[in-house]
């Protein structure tokens, strides 16, 4: 043994390096190792967890749910002829499938991925989805280390004894041989069948026999001997150890849902509310601003209808008022998985409140993060994940119509961390609100970075999807698209960005003159003009006009990943729309669950809403 690896003469697993020319044959070895394929099918739903990645058109790999929006497999799945992995978007288009053991149904989700973070050292990494996958529970992390004689369980969708591209999932019994600092040594028990396969890379290997299956490792290197289409016949393998990475795991699996923000529009866009989930827990929560300038926190109890903000609601904060901090941004500004709350003072002064989470004392110490942000120093704020690094960045819009990109460090140790004037870059012009009334951001190719959509003066709606390179240059928007015709506010006085059916993507919600609301489905294609929002564009409400429903507060209220829908009415009564995620056709998207979630909301109790 030598670095965690078995040394051995001969063959070795490098033979099994290289790219495979048919769809879903995987890798198992120097490159994307194996996972368990020889075994018996797994049908328990308790391995819900289990995930095929399929990586560019050509290989398939395994891996694990191990929190809502995070899957573990192995670092060399993702590699690119035998280069190195690095942080940030995958090298070739990369899904993941998870919740379906039998590939053939239709069960779990399916989910672009769009970041990788690889272990410095080890085989191993994980990579972002580019939603969260409800209903799924994430596999447990085990923290003991398996030793020598122990029985574990190792699963993947790679090649079996007797298929070629298997569609389900299987598992196969494998006794550990030996424990090294970052590995397993371990063999098929009964020594009939294969342990790892091709296609099995990056796949789990669980501690079994507790309430839950325990993740302890995942597919390294094996010798695929028993597997099909292969001579060889040993039947031992190579894990990598996860047992010793619980805590490294949880550091960079944040939840994402909070990093594209929100910001209290002007005019007719005033009347639209995109809250923040200032607990953490993927549900999104609502602000109110008493008159007197407190702050109240109505945290989201995920039930629609019914007791959607169940009491108390208790004064997270004070001097709010509208004189005092004139524009309020949420978003999740140190990429802990939080929203926090920015407020800009009337001086023009930033400052930002990271979230603790906790509603009883919801906000840390604020942070200056700038100056000079005065209503005509930058007329208007974007939010957003511009470089799609997990944190919300802010792109502002000065006075001449230049739009400047200010990169978020994460860092809300003290003052002046945030945002530094030495990343700050020009990344448009000519942006003034003479040219573009509106600007909705938004994820809408589902890339993980948020892109801008910009309604000309004269009602079209043009896109700019983020390249994520914010260096000098202006990279970061290099093409624009022509995505809708006629938006004029005389025509849709609301326009809300959001995620409607769960996939990642962001979807437009139009309110009409009419008071109907339409449904715009983003097809995530940007790649020519007229593409990302195709017919149909189905009615999904009425009458949402602003003196039937003075304000809508759109988020995702149930944690299910997709944007509810929530009407103030006049009289303060709120109603809650649950989302269906059916845009096929009229009067489905929220046909669901929906009735009273609230009253007293009116907006002179409660001028504004976070």
């Not at 029985?151 to 591209?165: D, H, Q, S, Y």
Request: aromatic share 6%.
């Amino acid at each position: 043994m030598s670095n965690g690896r078995v040394v051995r003469r001969g063959r070795w697993w490098t033979a099994l390096a290289g790219t495979v020319a048919v769809v879903g044959a995987g890798l198992v070895g120097g490159v994307p190792a194996g996972a368990v394929s020889g075994g018996s099918p797994v049908t328990d739903p308790a391995f819900a967890f289990a995930t095929r990645l399929a990586f560019g058109d050509d290989r398939t790999c395994s891996g694990a749910l191990v929190s809502a929006q995070w899957v573990i497999t192995a670092r060399s799945c993702l590699s690119v002829a035998g280069a190195p992995v690095v942080a940030g978007p995958p090298a070739r288009p990369t899904t993941a499938t998870v919740g379906r053991l039998d590939l053939t149904t239709t069960a779990g989700q399916v989910r672009v991925v769009n970041r990788v973070v690889p272990h410095p050292s080890r085989n191993i990494a994980l990579v972002r989805l580019a939603g969260p996958v409800p209903g799924i529970q994430p596999v447990t992390l085990g923290a003991t280390a398996p030793a020598a004689g122990d029985t574990l369980r190792a699963i993947g969708f790679g090649r079996t004894a007797t298929e070629w591209i298997p569609n389900r999932l299987h598992g196969v019994d494998v006794s550990v041989a030996a424990v090294t600092t970052a590995g397993l040594d371990v063999a098929n028990q009964d020594g009939s069948g294969p342990t790892t396969c091709r296609g099995d890379a990056g796949g789990p290997t669980v501690r079994t026999g507790g309430a839950r299956p325990e993740l302890v490792a995942v597919h390294d290197t094996s010798w695929q001997g028993g597997c099909l289409g292969e001579t060889e016949t040993r039947r031992n393998a190579v894990e990598a150890r996860t047992d010793d990475l619980v805590t490294w795991i949880r550091q960079n699996t944040p939840s994402n849902c909070n990093a594209q923000g929100g910001t209290a529009g002007t005019g007719d866009q005033a009347t639209v509310v995109l809250p923040g989930d200032f607990t953490g827990d993927c549900k999104d929560d609502v602000l109110g601003q008493l008159t007197n300038g407190d702050l109240r926190l109505y945290q989201s109890s995920g039930t629609i209808p019914g007791t959607l903000f169940p009491t108390p609601f208790p004064i997270v904060g004070a001097g709010w008022t509208a004189a005092e901090k004139p524009r309020v941004i949420v978003g999740d500004f140190n990429g802990d998985g939080k929203s926090d709350l920015m407020a800009q003072w009337a001086d023009g002064d930033l400052t930002v409140w990271a979230s603790t989470g906790d509603p009883s004392r919801l906000f840390a110490p604020g942070r200056l993060v700038g100056s000079g942000w005065t209503l005509t120093q930058y007329p208007r704020i974007f939010p957003g994940d511009f470089n799609g690094d997990g944190r919300t960045d802010l792109i502002g819009q000065v006075g001449n119509g230049e739009l400047w990109l200010w990169p978020s460090t994460g860092d809300l140790s003290g003052d002046s961390r945030l945002f530094q004037s030495a990343t700050r870059r020009t990344v448009g012009a000519g942006w003034t609100a003479a040219q573009y009334p509106r600007v909705f951001p938004g994820d809408f190719n589902g890339d993980g970075r948020t892109d801008l959509i910009g309604q000309v003066s004269d009602g079209e709606l043009w896109a700019w999807a983020s390249t994520g390179d914010g260096s000098a240059g202006n990279p970061l928007f290099p093409a624009r698209r022509t995505v809708g015709g006629d938006w004029r506010t005389s025509v849709y006085p609301r326009v809300v960005p959001a995620d409607l059916n769960g996939d990642g993507i962001t979807d437009l919600l139009a309110h009409g003159t009419d008071g109907t609301l339409r449904a715009y489905r983003s097809t995530g294609d940007l790649s020519a003009n007229g593409l990302l929002f195709p017919q149909p564009h189905p009615i999904v409400g009425a009458p949402w006009d602003k003196a039937s429903k003075p304000r809508m507060i759109v988020g995702d209220m149930t944690g299910d990943g997709r944007a509810d829908l929530l009407g103030q009415a006049a009289d303060g009564t709120l109603t809650g729309f649950e989302s269906t995620g059916d845009m096929s056709a009229d009067n489905r998207l929220f046909a669901g669950n929906r009735g009273g979630v609230g009253s007293g909301w009116t907006t002179s109790a409660l001028p504004r809403l976070f």
